[in-house]
């Protein structure tokens, strides 16, 4: 409301974002989608996946703050926001422990008879 | 009493106890934007907005499943993840993403106008907004009904055979997914014309814009099959050969009769040749290799297994495994079947684990489609109410809510982009 002195309390609230400012995120935006298919033509190896999942939380966090107005939004928002990621985070971190511990548990069979794969480790 | 939509009302609110329980539906001494229960425009609108957070955090946990279950299918078979996701152009897949994000410009800016109460100006937003979805589902059916057309189906019905990759005949999906959207567009045709003779301003107004809204759908289209038919040549001759590669490392020396159809199309004739003549590369002798190779460990074993029937076969296995441990590209130019007992369980199975991965990308993207559908419905809502001039600096919360909604469906294919098209 401090920009608002003579308002009515309640009224006013709105804080219309500089359109400059939305276009220039648009724009960033747009450079990083160009970035992230250019390095697919390059082989970074296993940081493939790191790039490509860093360049796009770098958007996702422009989208979430510009335009989404997280920036200049009410902690509590953020929180209940930032929050769903964090459980997302740990949702799929805890099930790929899983999915790595168990990969390697096949038992091959050859001949009917049952060959001791080799400890893990 | 004092009613005014756009602006500061009413003495009644400058008393901030004022209760509202004093009053009935027909005492409206109160903007008519502001709901009995509350006590003032922003907490109204702080109210909305915290409504939609929680919406959009169940959205958010909504998709991570999918997530889930793409991380987990892709940490164990990260080879027929590589191999499947070049059946997906990356064309289509930026240009819907430069799309949507453009939509998500325009939405933003659609909030500012709303706040600004610039009426006009929204309602071009709202409109550019609409047309950019119709053009991303526009993208999105030429993608689709093209991979139906290749038999690239989720697990079940993936019949895609690499020895013919253009199957003749079958329905037209295209026209299948286009139908609804030519009724649709018929419609509202019917609609502006009529509305423009008998004089309906309003609908009229609102016609207008659904209109190019429901054409840009067709320019969406013509946009697709620009981009792949264009990007035909290297895209699917790349999938195959992908395939084919695949195929290869898990030492599918058989022959698929695959192989042969291929051989004349140019990345993968080199392959084969190459492969050959790694074939006719003598043998070390039998006793120099067993020293050198810990590979050779096994053939030993398979030729000791009482599956192994003769020399031959075990000639030809060591064959093989000289060709592997060569570094050659183990390809199917002889026949070797036996030097691989592994080979054929791995090929029964390689079309449903394709299946598996197009079973996720059909389902991510397409639960994303039905969210940009629901979003166009409530975009219509409000590009209606935006012709009607309902929001202004007081009143924009549908305008931002419906905006938060846009952005978060931006952001999932911001992550899926990626992750279904750029991985190698």
Request: glycine share 10%.
């Given at each position: 409301m401090s920009a608002h002195e003579n308002a009515q309390e309640g009224y006013d609230f709105a804080h219309p974002l500089p359109l400059p400012?939305?276009?220039?995120?648009?724009?960033?935006?747009?450079?990083?989608?160009?970035l992230t298919v250019a390095q697919a033509s390059f082989n970074f190896g296993s940081l493939d996946v790191l790039i490509v999942m860093v360049i796009a939380t770098i958007k996702a966090v422009l989208v979430g703050a510009i335009f989404m107005h997280l920036a200049?939004?009410?902690?509590?928002?953020?929180?209940?926001?930032?929050?769903?990621?964090?459980?997302?985070?740990?949702?799929?971190?805890?099930?790929?422990?899983?999915?790595?511990?168990?990969?390697?548990?096949?038992?091959?069979?050859?001949?009917?008879?049952?060959?001791?794969?080799?400890?893990?480790? | 009493?004092?009613?005014?939509?756009?602006?500061?009302?009413?003495?009644?609110?400058?008393?901030?106890?004022h209760g509202h329980s004093d009053h009935g539906h027909g005492d409206h001494d109160h903007p008519s934007y502001l709901a009995h229960h509350f006590d003032t425009p922003e907490q109204q609108f702080d109210s909305g907005k915290l409504g939609m957070w929680?919406?959009?955090?169940?959205?958010v946990l909504f998709f991570s499943g999918m997530f889930c279950a793409y991380a987990i299918f892709r940490a164990w078979?990260?080879?027929?993840?590589?191999?499947?996701s070049q059946f997906l152009n990356t064309k289509l897949g930026a240009i819907n993403t430069g799309v949507l994000l453009f939509s998500s410009f325009t939405m933003a800016w659609g909030v500012r106008c709303a706040q600004k109460e610039q009426h006009k100006l929204l309602t071009a937003m709202l409109a550019t907004t609409l047309s950019c979805a119709t053009m991303f589902l526009g993208v999105k059916a030429i993608e689709y009904s093209h991979k139906w057309h290749l038999g690239l189906l989720p697990a079940g019905l993936f019949s895609y055979d690499p020895s013919n990759p253009h199957p003749v005949g079958g329905p037209n999906y295209l026209a299948y997914i286009c139908a609804p959207f030519v009724v649709i567009t018929a419609a509202v045709a019917v609609w502006l014309v009529v509305s423009f003779l008998r004089g309906a301003k309003f609908q009229f107004e609102c016609a207008k814009p659904l209109m190019v809204v429901c054409l840009c759908f067709f320019v969406g289209v013509g946009l697709g099959t620009i981009?792949?038919?264009?990007?035909?040549?290297?895209?699917?001759?790349?999938?195959?050969?992908?395939v084919a590669a695949v195929d290869g490392e898990h030492g599918a020396a058989a022959d698929h009769g695959e192989g042969h159809s291929h051989e004349k199309e140019g990345e993968h004739a080199e392959h084969a040749e190459a492969s050959e003549a790694e074939a006719v590369v003598e043998l070390p002798p039998a006793g120099a290799m067993v020293n050198q190779s810990t590979d050779l460990a096994v053939i030993e074993r398979l030729a000791s297994d009482a599956t192994n029937t003769?020399?031959?076969?075990?000639?030809?296995a060591r064959r093989a495994?000289?060709?592997?441990?060569?570094?050659?590209?183990?390809?199917?130019?002889t026949d070797d079947t036996a030097a691989t007992i592994a080979s054929a369980p791995e090929d029964v199975l390689r079309p449903s684990r394709a299946g598996v991965f197009f079973s996720i990308y059909y389902c991510m993207t397409g639960i994303h489609a039905i969210h940009i559908l629901a979003g166009i419905g409530v975009l219509v809502w409000l590009l209606v109410r935006s012709i009607r001039q309902d929001f202004n600096r007081n009143y924009f919360g549908p305008v931002d809510y419906v905006g938060l909604y846009w952005h978060i469906v931006d952001m999932i294919w911001i992550y899926l982009f990626p992750l279904m098209y750029l991985i190698r």
């Open positions: 400012l939305l276009a220039g995120t648009f724009l960033v935006l747009t450079l990083l989608t160009v200049w939004d009410k902690p509590f928002n953020i929180l209940c926001f930032i929050g769903s990621f964090v459980f997302v985070g740990l949702f799929i971190m805890a099930t790929l422990f899983d999915s790595r511990q168990t990969a390697k548990d096949d038992i091959p069979v050859l001949d009917d008879a049952v060959v001791a794969a080799p400890a893990e480790m | 009493m004092a009613t005014t939509d756009a602006g500061l009302v009413s003495d009644a609110h400058e008393q901030p106890g929680l919406f959009l955090v169940t959205e078979r990260p080879e027929v993840f590589e191999g499947c981009l792949e038919s264009g990007g035909d040549e290297g895209h699917h001759e790349d999938g195959h050969a992908v003769g020399l031959q076969d075990e000639l030809a495994q000289s060709q592997r441990s060569g570094g050659g590209i183990l390809y199917d130019v």
